[in-house]
């Protein structure tokens, strides 16, 4: 006991000694110039949504969204890890508390001297690590800090899940379309290979035009099974998104949703806030802060306290009315002397991996600003053309309705008819497409936002 003071009062006196190195989570978030507002701009739209699940008016959807949210294996995988870091941060505290072992034993002896005995044993060990440096806090900090980064993965993990799955809606509906469109335009061209094969029975055309016109039905029956075969991918798609199996059944319904409502962008300081992987990025630069104050504090000794009591008895029964026949307390230090450099190259190396974490962090709030601006100039470039498209479609429609009827008129060749035919559809096909990204191009703004759901 009387060495045990002395340690105690050592400790207290050396605790305020050592200083870590300095952190770099502190000063992460004002080490980027941010502007005031985005660069980009976007049309003003009459609905501001909260979130992504409120972005679109579609019972359909957002059904099959929260199946994703609770079925897909890559969200219960996020939720795994954040359980299993929860758990770590459990065992990490346990670190700052004294530990208690109980032991029981009995053997039996013989020998020529002494007659055959039963020992029964029974003791109890305590030890505790003093935290004179700051080691075990500093573990507990880095743990703690990993659970936040693994709570916001978690979140990242759900946001993500749930845009592909809107997004991935979304390309199912377009290759309906674009299954529909195909099917029209061949029973189109089957059209005008029947009116220019009774033409040429009459007289009136060439057998070129005839096979001219053969050449286009089977070149839109050829993209029919293109289109069939792309909307059973992307059926597919949607089944594995969903935790199901991947079959071609699924359908959408309800038509493309309204475009009307779109997501407040804000200043681009708020993805600080916003941004579930944004948020993860600057928890691990404080693990990783954590862990250098870690491996400094191995540079200094450890201090430890250990106490013991046992009894024996050749009698079982006694063991539990009698008190403890021996104890001992014991204050110890330790201090590796001669490791040829081991400690200092670990601190080296966590504070080289604390510095990847900030880097990284830089790096995914700068992508996070990339993605924010590139969404908002897409949106005024898609309504745009968008806008051009629907015009072109428009004109085209008219077109071939005037073409086809100079065409049965005999008044214009068959090649300006077949001309118009291939404008129709190829336009139709853009608009399609165009409708398909603006409102992918919306989830993707709401998700670089960070709105969550």
Not at 27 to 46: F, H, I, K
Not at 163 to 179: I, N, P, R, S, Y
Not at 217 to 224: E, G, I, K, V
Request: charged share 25%; aromatic share 6%.
């Amino acid at each position: 006991m009387k060495f045990t003071l002395p340690i105690l009062l050592l400790a207290s006196l050396l605790a305020g000694c050592a200083r870590g190195p300095g952190g770099l989570a502190e000063g992460a978030p004002e080490s980027l110039t941010l502007r005031g507002s985005y660069q980009a701009t976007r049309p003003p739209v009459p609905q501001i949504a909260d979130n992504l699940l409120s972005l679109f008016n579609n019972a359909q959807l957002r059904s099959t969204v929260q199946r994703a949210l609770t079925h897909n294996p890559d969200v219960r995988l996020s939720l795994a890890r954040l359980e299993e870091a929860g758990f770590n941060t459990r065992r990490a505290k346990i670190a700052r508390f004294p530990s208690l072992t109980g032991t029981a034993s009995t053997s039996r002896s013989d020998s020529a001297l002494r007659p055959e005995a039963t020992l029964f044993e029974a003791s109890l060990d305590a030890g505790w690590e003093i935290d004179v440096w700051g080691r075990i806090r500093a573990g507990v900090t880095a743990s703690t800090a990993d659970q936040a980064a693994a709570a916001a993965d978690y979140d990242a993990a759900r946001q993500s899940i749930a845009a592909q799955t809107m997004q991935g809606w979304f390309d199912l509906a377009a290759a309906q379309d674009f299954l529909a469109l195909s099917q029209r335009r061949l029973a189109s061209f089957e059209q005008t290979e029947r009116s220019v094969s009774r033409r040429r029975d009459e007289g009136r055309a060439s057998l070129a035009d005839l096979e001219l016109t053969r050449s286009d039905t089977s070149s839109a029956r050829a993209d029919l099974e293109l289109r069939r075969d792309q909307r059973d991918q992307a059926a597919r798609t949607m089944q594995a998104l969903t935790g199901s199996y991947p079959s071609a059944d699924y359908k959408t319904r309800g038509g493309w949703p309204s475009l009307r409502r779109t997501v407040r962008a804000g200043i681009p300081s708020d993805l600080l806030r916003q941004r579930p992987d944004v948020d993860a990025a600057y928890q691990r630069i404080r693990a990783d802060d954590a862990r250098v104050q870690v491996a400094h504090a191995a540079l200094f000794p450890s201090f430890a306290l250990t106490a013991s009591g046992g009894q024996s008895s050749s009698a079982l029964t006694e063991l539990a009315r009698r008190g403890f026949s021996s104890w001992s307390l014991l204050g110890s230090l330790s201090q590796p002397l001669f490791d040829a450099g081991a400690r200092r190259a670990d601190l080296g190396a966590a504070g080289k991996r604390a510095e990847q974490s900030y880097q990284q962090y830089r790096t995914t709030v700068l992508n996070a600003l990339r993605e924010v601006e590139t969404a908002l100039g897409s949106e005024r470039y898609l309504r745009t053309e968008e806008t051009a498209r629907l015009q072109a479609f428009s004109a085209a429609r008219r077109a071939e309705e005037r073409t086809r009827r100079d065409f049965e008129a005999g008044i214009t060749e068959l090649l300006n008819l077949l001309t118009a035919q291939r404008q129709v559809f190829a336009t139709e096909e853009r608009t399609i497409t165009l409708r398909a990204a603006r409102l992918k191009n919306r989830v993707a703004l709401a998700l670089a936002l960070g709105k969550g759901l």
